[in-house]
């Protein structure tokens, strides 16, 4: 049977790499959302540019996932505090190179389908701006939503550091519910930006010829 200390170390681990799920659901849902619900005809451009930012992703994530195993291996030996402690300090560094990354898809989204949209000379300029517009608003929703769960999260592992007491069980259970309830949010975050793709009366389709 694992030791008192060994149980909360793997629990913290394992809450930790959820909450790595967690920023990547949000970066994984930003990433691929507006070429395909645009409205923008699934042409042989649009598809090798997507097939591009699928490999992109990919790449990204398996890094992260490297990165997140060699972390785990540093928090061998740490008392509960140090633990909290690295974990909060890696939490943030990738919070910082997923804003760069998620940032870069985006500018390269927005840019490839703003030269899309202008081969399509039927369009209304109105049209392609109110397009370009509901990317922006996406992503600075996702932005701002992101930003403010990383808030939580820091705020919610500097408790655990004040109040000693919480260990062993209690913390196991708190670690479970913060991190399921963020995972959480996130999905609901993600599935409201798409409904608005789905709903008749805020459609952005629009006729298109075949250059498209």
Request: proline share 2%; net charge positive; hydrophobic share 35%.
């Amino acid at each position: 049977m694992l030791r008192k200390e060994e149980r909360v170390k793997k629990n913290i681990i394992f809450y930790f790499l959820l909450l790595g799920i967690f920023s990547l659901v949000l970066l994984w849902g930003d990433s691929f959302a507006q070429t395909s619900r645009m409205g923008l005809q699934n042409s042989p451009q649009t598809q090798e540019f997507k097939e591009r930012q699928q490999k992109k992703m990919q790449d990204y994530l398996a890094n992260f996932e490297r990165e997140n195993k060699e972390f785990v291996k540093t928090l061998e030996g740490m008392s509960r505090e140090q633990k909290i402690l690295a974990v909060k300090d890696f939490i943030s560094k990738q919070y910082e190179k997923n804003c760069a990354f998620r940032k870069k898809m985006y500018e390269e989204q927005r840019s490839f389908i703003k030269k899309q949209l202008n081969k399509n000379p039927n369009m209304p300029k109105m049209m392609k701006e109110r397009m370009l517009a509901r990317i922006d608003e996406d992503y600075n929703e996702l932005k701002d939503f992101h930003a403010k769960k990383i808030e939580e999260d820091m705020e919610f592992l500097d408790n655990l550091l004040k109040d000693s007491s919480i260990d062993g069980q209690e913390l196991n259970n708190k670690l479970q519910e913060f991190f399921k309830g963020q995972k959480l949010d996130a999905q609901n975050f993600l599935n409201r930006q798409q409904r608005r793709y789905h709903n008749p009366s805020g459609s952005l389709n629009y006729d298109r010829d075949s250059s498209m």
